[in-house]
C-alpha cells in the first residue's frame, strides 16, 4: 500500500477497501518509526491531521470525492499552513505558527488533501543538502551517510522513505529537481508563475516556483491539478485556463508513443565535471527514449555555466530584500538582551539566521550596494537574458532538452558543507531554467556506484518549453511504462 | 576586487547582522571564494543587452481599488516575539508593538 500509486489509494478510498483514517495512521505509524532517524519531518500534528482525514472519509462517504480526497501529504515547510509550526528551517521563525493558509495548502484543503506534517529543508531554502536547517540534517533514505539533496530534503527523503504518499516542494535553483535526483523520485517544477506563490516563503521572488515531488509523473500531474492555477492574490500569477496536466497520459499506449518527439541533448550538460558513473546512467535513458521513437538532436546552451555566477548575484540580491523584514519586531526570533533599536536588529538577526543564510544576505547587500550595481546587479541581468536565449533558440531544434539533474549521486553529510563553492556547483544542470523561467523535472533513471560506496539514484532531467508540463509529464510517463526505476524503494533497515 | 575585514563589517552594518571579529574574518575568506565565482561575469561582453529583470515579460496585473484585507491584528500579534531585557511578556501592548525608544 505504501507503495500504491496516488491513482491506486484514490480507487481503494472510493471503493471503501480502506478508510483515509486507516490510510493515515498507516503513514503515521511509518513516521514514528522512522522520522527519528530520518528527520524528514519538522512539525507533526497528529490530531489535526487525523481530523482532516475523518472529514475526507465523510466527504468520500457523501459521495462527492476528489482525486486526492483523503491521501496523505507532506507540505514542506516553506508553506505556511493555518495553525500549523511553520519555520523555513530557521531559528529565525522556529515560534511562529502560521496565521493563514498558503494558496497552496488552500488548494489540497479543498481538495480534501490529508497534510501529514511540515517537512524539513534548508533554511530558507539555501542550501543543497538540507544541512543548513536549524532542525538538523536529513538523512538519504538510501543510505544514511549521504545527503538527501536540498533544499526539499525533507520532502524528498518523505516521499522516498514512503512516510507520505507524495510531498510538495519549492524551486529556485533547483531545489525540487537536484533532491528528487538524489533520493530517486520525480519532481517537477512548473514555469514561473503557474503556482501562486501567495504564503510561499519568499527566497528569490523572480525564481521561486512551487510544485511536486512524487513517486511518478502520473502522481505528480495529479499534484499539479491541484496546486496550479490562477490566484489574484500573487502579483505573478498568470491568467490562463485551467489545465488537466494529466490529458496527454491517458492517451492509447502504442509500441513507439513518443514517435516524432525532438529530444535535444546540449552538449554543455555532458562536459567536464559530470561523474562518469551519472553519465552512463543518462545515456542508458536516451537509448529508452530512442526505442521509444524520439530522435535526438545535439543542442548547445553556451551560457550554462555562467548560471551560476548570474544566479548567485540576483537570488542573494532578492533574498537580502525579501529577508530584510525579519527584524525582531513584530514576529520571528528578537534578541533577550539589547540596547537601542538597531542593536535589536543586529543581535536578532545575528542570532536568528544560520550562517549559509547570513553569506547570502551579505552577498545580496553586496552587490546592491552603491558602486557595484552596475558591475554586479545589471550585469548579471543582461546575461540571464543571454541564458534565456540559449533555450529560445534551443526550443526551435528540439521539443524537449535531456541531460542530468545533478553531477553526482547523494554526497556524503559534512562533505561540502564548509564549502560553499562546491555546494553552489550542485545546482549547475537546473539553475539556468530558474533564470529563464522554464519548467523542468527530474526523473528516477537508475543507479550509479558513489565514489564512497553504495550505489545511489541518478535523476533524468526533462527540461520543456514555456507551459509544456503536461507533455514533459507524458514523456516522463512513458519512460516510466518501460521502466521500473521510480518504483524501487530502500529498505530503511539497512541504509 | 578583493574584500577587506573593513568591507565585510560595513556591509554586515548595511544588512543589521552583528558579526563578532572571528565571524568576520571566516566571513571574508568564504564571501572571497563566492566573488571568485561571480567574478566569471565579467569576462561577458554585455554591451547593448538589455537586463531582464524577471521571468515573465509582463506588466503588473493591476487590481480593483477596494479593500480587500480583514482585521486581523489579534491573530497576527499572537506571533509577536517575547520583549527581551529582562522581560518574558509579548513585545506588544494596546495592540501595538513595542520596540526601544527611538526618538529622543
Not at chain 1, 402 to 429: C, H, N, R, W
Not at chain 1, 446 to 459: E, I, R, S, W, Y
Not at chain 1, 477 to 484: A, G, I, N, R
Request: proline share 4%.
Amino acid at each position: 500500500m505504501i507503495n500504491s500509486s496516488l491513482k491506486q489509494l484514490a480507487s481503494m478510498l472510493q471503493a471503501k477497501k480502506i478508510s483515509s483514517v486507516e490510510l493515515t495512521q498507516s503513514f503515521l505509524t511509518r513516521i514514528t518509526q522512522y522520522n527519528p532517524s530520518i528527520n524528514a519531518y519538522i512539525a507533526l500534528d497528529e490530531a489535526k491531521t487525523l481530523a482532516q482525514a475523518k472529514a475526507a472519509d465523510a466527504r468520500i462517504a457523501a459521495g462527492n470525492a476528489t482525486a486526492l480526497t483523503g491521501i496523505p501529504l507532506a507540505q514542506k515547510d516553506i508553506f505556511c499552513a493555518q495553525g500549523w509550526q511553520t519555520t523555513c528551517g530557521s531559528k529565525m521563525l522556529a515560534n511562529f505558527i502560521a496565521p493563514y493558509d498558503a494558496h497552496v495548502i488552500t488548494q489540497f484543503d479543498q481538495a480534501g488533501a490529508v497534510n501529514l506534517g511540515k517537512t524539513n529543508m534548508d533554511e530558507f531554502a539555501m542550501g543543497s543538502s538540507n544541512e543548513t536547517s536549524y532542525f538538523g540534517g536529513v538523512k538519504n533514505p538510501w543510505s544514511f551517510d549521504h545527503v538527501p539533496g536540498g533544499s526539499s530534503g525533507g520532502s524528498a527523503a518523505a516521499v522516498a522513505a514512503r512516510l507520505c504518499a507524495a510531498a510538495t516542494g519549492t524551486d529556485t535553483g533547483g531545489s525540487i529537481r537536484q533532491p528528487a535526483s538524489l533520493c530517486g523520485l520525480t519532481g517537477l517544477k512548473p514555469s514561473y508563475g503557474v503556482v501562486s506563490r501567495y504564503g510561499m516563503i519568499a527566497f528569490a521572488s523572480s525564481l521561486d516556483q512551487a510544485g511536486p515531488m512524487a513517486k511518478s509523473a502520473e502522481d505528480c500531474a495529479l499534484m499539479m491539478n491541484v496546486m496550479a492555477g490562477f490566484d489574484e492574490r500573487d502579483s505573478t500569477s498568470l491568467q490562463r485556463d485551467k489545465e488537466d496536466y494529466s490529458r496527454e497520459l491517458n492517451k492509447p499506449q502504442t509500441d513507439q508513443p513518443l514517435l516524432g518527439l525532438k529530444i535535444g541533448m546540449p552538449k554543455e550538460f555532458f562536459a567536464e565535471g559530470l561523474d562518469a558513473n551519472v553519465a552512463q546512467v543518462i545515456t542508458a535513458a536516451i537509448d529508452v527514449y530512442k526505442k521509444l521513437g524520439a530522435k535526438i538532436i545535439d543542442i548547445s546552451l553556451p551560457n550554462t555555466g555562467l548560471s551560476i555566477p548570474v544566479y548567485y548575484v540576483l537570488a542573494p540580491a532578492e533574498a537580502s530584500s525579501n529577508l530584510s523584514r525579519y527584524d525582531g519586531v513584530r514576529y520571528g526570533h528578537r534578541a533577550a538582551e539589547y540596547t537601542d533599536l538597531n542593536d535589536m536588529y543586529n543581535k536578532s538577526r545575528a542570532e536568528g539566521f544560520g550562517a549559509e543564510v547570513k553569506r547570502r544576505i551579505l552577498i545580496g547587500t553586496y552587490v546592491l550596494s552603491a558602486g557595484y550595481y552596475d558591475a554586479y546587479y545589471l550585469k548579471a541581468q543582461q546575461i540571464r537574458r543571454l541564458i534565456a536565449q540559449d533555450f529560445i533558440e534551443a526550443f526551435k531544434q528540439c521539443d524537449v532538452i535531456m541531460g542530468p539533474a545533478a553531477p553526482s549521486t547523494a554526497f556524503k553529510a559534512g562533505e561540502k558543507v564548509d564549502d560553499p563553492v562546491a555546494m553552489y556547483l550542485q545546482d549547475i544542470y537546473t539553475i539556468s531554467t530558474n533564470l529563464a523561467g522554464l519548467p523542468g523535472m527530474s526523473l528516477p533513471a537508475g543507479f550509479a556506484q558513489a565514489k564512497d560506496g553504495p550505489a545511489l539514484p541518478v535523476g533524468l532531467q526533462i527540461i520543456g518549453n514555456y507551459f509544456d508540463e503536461a507533455r514533459m509529464l507524458n514523456v516522463a510517463h512513458q519512460y516510466q511504462q518501460v521502466t521500473d526505476w521510480h518504483q524501487q524503494m530502500p529498505d530503511l533497515k539497512r541504509a | 576586487m578583493a574584500l577587506s575585514i573593513e568591507d565585510i563589517k560595513k556591509i554586515a552594518h548595511l544588512a543589521r547582522i552583528e558579526v563578532s571579529e572571528s565571524e568576520a574574518t571566516a566571513t571574508l575568506s568564504k564571501l572571497t571564494g563566492i566573488l571568485g565565482l561571480i567574478e566569471q561575469m565579467q569576462a561577458v561582453d554585455t554591451t547593448g543587452i538589455v537586463p531582464m529583470s524577471h521571468a515573465q515579460e509582463l506588466h503588473q496585473r493591476l487590481r480593483d481599488d477596494v479593500v480587500t484585507k480583514t482585521n486581523q491584528r489579534e491573530a497576527f500579534q499572537k506571533n509577536a516575539p517575547v520583549l527581551g531585557n529582562g522581560s518574558t511578556q509579548p513585545a506588544v501592548a494596546g495592540g501595538l508593538y513595542l520596540v526601544p525608544k527611538v526618538i529622543e
